[in-house]
């Protein structure tokens, strides 16, 4: 199926792109020689790079890659075989919709709309993260925001304002008077004193 795929996709770009009607108004040019040479240094690499993993140079690839003592396995003929002949017929059947036009590229679209706009959408991938995005991690960082300003910040605050305002009340009872602090002492003693009558008197009565 790759290999199917593969080369139909690819023909279609060869047909449409070199061997198409031109139906724009641009005059094509051919790329300076700073894109030209290393494109042919690509295209002739990429003809013959194929070799050094074939049987005719005694698979070098494959014996580098390969991890000592690992099982080689042999020279299957049947899979070369069906795969070059899927290739084949995807390059059939590109110059057959594409440059020949015996098979309408439009009618296809026509015929398997659902599926077109399911393959022409890539499946709606961008789709489902854009509404991932939109929905869950938009919404997640405003929840979060909210709980920052409002939760940690507010808590965070109102123990500074709470710090804040009982400095601000708390000054007033130092007002560097000994009979104030006298004053002071002697609530605090009745307050001890009360709090054990309390606990005395629940004890006896428990």
Do not use: C
Request: net charge neutral.
């Amino acid at each position: 199926l790759v290999a199917f795929m593969t080369a139909f996709y690819m023909f279609r770009l060869i047909f449409v792109a070199f061997f198409g009607s031109h139906t724009g108004g641009e005059h094509a040019h051919e790329s300076p020689p700073v894109m030209t040479w290393p494109l042919l240094i690509l295209a002739g690499l990429s003809v013959v790079s194929g070799l050094v993993g074939s049987p005719l140079l005694d698979n070098v690839f494959g014996h580098y890659i390969t991890a000592p003592g690992a099982a080689h396995h042999p020279l299957n003929t049947v899979v070369m075989a069906v795969s070059t002949l899927l290739a084949l017929g995807g390059i059939l059947l590109a110059w057959l919709i594409y440059q020949q036009e015996y098979i309408r590229a439009e009618a296809i679209r026509v015929r398997f709309a659902p599926l077109y706009g399911l393959l022409s959408h890539k499946f709606y991938i961008d789709e489902v993260y854009a509404w991932l995005i939109a929905r869950v991690v938009d919404g997640g960082a405003r929840l979060l925001e909210w709980m920052d300003l409002r939760i940690v910040n507010g808590a965070v605050n109102g123990l500074a304002n709470l710090t804040g305002w009982s400095g601000r009340t708390l000054r007033y009872t130092e007002d560097g008077q000994v009979q104030t602090y006298g004053l002071y002492l002697v609530a605090g003693l009745v307050i001890i004193l009360i709090t054990a009558l309390v606990t005395a008197a629940t004890a006896v009565l428990g």
